[in-house]
Nanobody
Framework: QVQLVESGGGLVQPGGSLRLSCAASGSISNLNIMGWYRQVPGKHRELVATITNSGSTNYAETLKGRCTISRDNAKNTVYVQMNSLKPDDTAVYYC??????????????WGQGTQVTVSS
């Protein structure tokens, strides 16, 4: 089992910045991609950004240029730095960790979510 502990959410003014952190623990050896997703009530959960063990990144189009994802493999922690935040960025942000073992069993874990509110 894998545990994902998120931190860094909160209230930020429009135009402000925020950094979210997600620390993974437990059986992490088969995890090779971590990332962040977000969800607002009544809508599907959507991609924010992902990063692989080798450092390859993928960003949502709406966040490109405002968002940077990084990871510290030694600490099993992934970070997302978000700048120039807008009220539309208000959502619950979820950490995700996924991977596959040699038997092609897929692993997919979610954190409990952290609220980000962009408001003046």
């Amino acid at each position: 089992q894998v545990q994902l502990v998120e931190s860094g959410g909160g209230l930020v003014q429009p135009g402000g910045s925020l950094r979210l952190s997600c620390a993974a623990s437990g059986s992490i050896s088969n995890l090779n991609i971590m990332g962040w997703y977000r969800q607002v009530p009544g809508k599907h959960r959507e991609l924010v950004a992902t990063i692989t063990n080798s450092g390859s990144t993928n960003y949502a189009e709406t966040l490109k240029g405002r968002c940077t994802i990084s990871r510290d493999n030694a600490k099993n922690t992934v970070y997302v730095q978000m700048n120039s935040l807008k009220p539309d960025d208000t959502a619950v942000y979820y950490c995700n960790a996924a991977g596959m073992d040699v038997a092609a069993k897929i692993y997919n874990y979610w954190g409990q979510g952290t609220q980000v509110t962009v408001s003046s």
